[in-house]
């Protein structure tokens, strides 16, 4: 399970594996880790715990999220929306004790529509072991140093969705990079939703100042909320390959060209786009039209779907992200069904219930698959081509954020805290 070229991406964003201060463990610096694939490096973690055993700690934690902690050094960084989501906040802890080092109000927001599964800080913030930089739900970008002073903030694209603002932000080459998928605010509300249109973007801020360094239109498209992947083209360049209803797309980090669209149909598509083997995973979608597809890398213009490897209709995650472990290709969906398959061909290997609801994304590290369910109880299972459950693990409170791995420790955000799992010291 190494991270390869994943993680050489990751370096170069300016997310790196281990340039924490006193070369503590692997960071968790962004959603789904140091590459964006939900992929760990870390060893010695925790296979079993609850309340009573390997909780090293829980901190309450004001207000409504269902962003994803980060981690870099001894920092762990969250978001939160306090005030009946007026007060967009950033929170700062101290990762040994789980102390609130600062908590800060970064700007005040107008509460707009959303889902009931959404929040109003749902977009997992990100470090470049610097700054860390967060979005809210009306679209407010922040960044702000460690010791919590506001370096800036940027208003300048409101943000409204039928379903809310979802994504989280990347970071790639000094710039600070966001997907807008949004839907319609006039008379119809189904613009944007339902009905295609031309208004979703993508935007790259220049992550010291905050400025616009580019902004590219999507085309017609639908609304999404999955967060964009990094991959090396064959050119060498990093692109970013992002997802949205309809459509995933390839787009040059450095000017924000769009390389190349596939079409892969469906709105709402929540899970995170997942790339390896030349392959980049698309899952989810409503209506009938849900799947998992595998589309080839390295085309350009746009491709319709000349490009489409596979489809799976049998394997249909719509919320949580698929986990890509060479060779195989793992995914649980919100019916708490969970499977593998081949990923290079898409054959199910094994298809298992294993319970509850979800809609947090699977990680993997040691061999292991650790699947958080709603009720924030985690199930780990054997990365492997047959179905072994390693242990269950109650928290017993509800969650829908992912958890976050970093220096032999889980953490795990539920509606009212924060908890850290992880072998005592």
Not at 216 to 241: C, E, F, Y
Not at 290 to 314: I, M, N, P, Y
Not at 372 to 384: C, Q
Request: charge should be positive; charged fraction near 20%.
């Amino acid at each position: 399970m190494t991270i390869g070229t994943f993680g050489r991406l990751a370096i170069m964003a300016g997310a790196a594996l281990a340039a924490a201060p006193l070369a503590r463990g692997e960071n968790w610096p962004a959603f789904r880790g140091p590459a964006g694939q939900g992929i760990s490096g870390e060893k010695n973690l925790p296979l079993k715990w609850d309340k009573n055993q390997n909780l090293l700690w829980s901190t309450a934690i004001d207000g409504v999220s269902w962003s994803t902690p980060i981690v870099w050094g001894d920092r762990v960084f969250l978001t939160t929306a306090t005030d009946e989501g007026k007060s967009c906040r950033m929170l700062a802890l101290d990762a040994a004790s789980g102390k609130i080092v600062w908590d800060r109000e970064v700007f005040k927001q107008v509460p707009r529509k959303k889902e009931t599964r959404n929040s109003y800080a749902t977009p997992t913030p990100v470090t470049d072991g610097k700054r860390v930089y967060a979005v809210f739900s009306d679209g407010g970008f922040a960044a702000l140093d460690f010791s919590g002073k506001v370096a800036w903030t940027n208003r300048d694209y409101p943000f409204y969705s039928q379903h809310g603002l979802g994504a989280s932000p990347v970071l790639a080459g000094g710039l600070l990079i966001m997907t807008m998928d949004a839907s319609s605010e006039g008379d119809d509300k189904l613009i944007g939703w339902q009905k295609p249109w031309d208004k979703s973007f993508v935007v790259a801020l220049d992550a010291e100042t905050g400025k616009q360094r580019w902004k590219t239109m999507r085309g017609i498209t639908r609304i999404s909320h999955g967060t964009p992947t990094l991959w090396n083209g064959a050119d060498g360049k990093p692109q970013l390959v992002t997802e949205a209803g309809d459509v995933v797309q390839g787009f040059d980090v450095a000017t924000g060209t769009k390389l190349w669209t596939s079409a892969v149909a469906g709105e709402g598509k929540v899970p995170s786009t997942v790339v390896g083997d030349g392959l980049v995973f698309t899952a989810g979608g409503y209506r009938g039209r849900d799947s998992v597809k595998a589309f080839r890398l390295g085309g350009s213009g746009d491709l319709a779907e000349t490009a489409l490897a596979w489809e799976q209709k049998k394997v249909n995650p719509k919320v949580p992200s698929l986990l890509f472990i060479k060779p195989w290709l793992f995914a649980i969906q919100d019916n708490g069904m969970a499977s593998c398959q081949k990923a290079d061909t898409g054959e199910v290997v094994w298809q298992e219930r294993v319970g509850g609801g979800f809609s947090a994304s699977p990680v993997a590290a040691e061999g292991r698959v650790y699947l958080l369910d709603n009720n924030g109880d985690t199930t780990v299972i054997e990365a492997g081509p047959a179905f072994k459950v390693l242990a269950r693990n109650p928290l017993g409170e509800p969650t829908q954020a992912s958890m976050a791995v970093s220096d032999g420790r889980l953490f795990i955000r539920t509606e009212k805290n924060l908890h850290c799992v992880g072998a005592k010291r």
